[in-house]
């Protein structure tokens, strides 16, 4: 059988971001399925939205939006209807339950879930910090790193600390290299978390082959022989056992599980600190 489609607009005050995951979060449970998504950040005025009813009715499809002024929402509703086009609030029911639970109607602040408030300028921070200490740079700063990863090449590391960077976690990554032994900051570092990432060996080949054609470069080295990076896993297991360091096996897991197991190791790592 062969992949459908269907039209599917986002229409947004702010970035998207929230439409974007609830969306493909949804579509994920439909295989054989795909939504040419249509996005349409930062309406927040007429002409703004002219354009997207104007889109709408050329391709008419599924419409999700996060929009709180109330003029621009229920004109968006009532195109929608005209076109024939299903329609829902993504924010409307959580709101909704929040003005029941407080007591109190929230203010209507488009985007204002992304202010300059400490929390911004922390995840600037942290972003900064892990774009520093990538690779392994920098060793005699890692104990001022939140979570440092370690691992083999291909492993994930850098787009894992990136995505932990945006979550204002600072994030280093050490390089686990055959011969070569890891920084002794590492193994000194008291605050910081330390995680091995791993994976099986046939995932590590088929991402360094991929890694290696993309390069135009050859294939003959130990760097895809799968029993030297079965040596190479077996070596970063070994060295996070001797230290107590907690392994993710990141086979099969996308960056953002990868993340958020590593967040929830260290809700339970900072616990240890606080106590004291």
């Known amino acids: 059988m062969g992949r459908s489609y269907f039209h599917l607009h986002l ?47 050329a391709a008419p499809g599924m419409v999700l939006y996060t929009l709180v002024e109330p003029d621009l929402a229920r004109r968006l509703e009532d195109a929608c209807r005209e076109f024939g086009c299903p329609c829902l609030s993504v924010l409307e029911p959580v709101l909704a339950m929040f003005q029941s639970y407080l007591g109190a109607a929230s203010t209507q602040r488009p985007g204002a879930q992304h202010v300059l408030d400490a929390d911004y300028f922390k995840r600037i921070d942290a972003l900064n910090y892990t774009m520093m200490h990538d690779d392994g740079q920098l060793p005699p700063d890692l104990e001022t790193a939140d979570v440092i990863l370690v691992g083999i090449s291909r492993t994930s590391k850098t787009p894992t600390s990136i995505y932990l960077a945006n979550r204002g ?19 000194g570092v008291k605050h910081p978390l330390v995680v091995g990432l791993v994976a099986s060996p046939e995932r590590i080949v088929q991402i360094r082959q991929n890694r290696l054609l993309a390069l135009n470069a050859g294939d003959t080295s130990s760097y895809v022989d799968k029993a030297a990076v079965a040596e190479e896993i077996a070596y970063s297991r070994k060295l996070c056992a001797r230290h107590g360091w907690p392994l993710i096996d990141v086979s099969r897991r996308s960056i953002e599980e990868t993340a958020a197991a590593i967040l929830d190791l260290y809700k339970t790592h900072r616990l240890k600190f606080i106590a004291e």
């Open 11 to 57: 229409v947004s005050d702010a970035t998207g971001e929230t439409l974007i995951a609830v969306s493909r979060a949804a579509a994920a449970q439909y295989q054989g399925i795909s939504a040419i998504e249509h996005m349409y950040p930062l309406v927040r005025s007429e002409a703004q939205l002219d354009r997207v009813l104007n889109e709408l009715e």
């Open 169 to 187: 976690i600072k994030a280093a990554n050490i390089p686990l290299v055959p011969g070569i032994p890891p920084p002794r900051e590492l193994e």
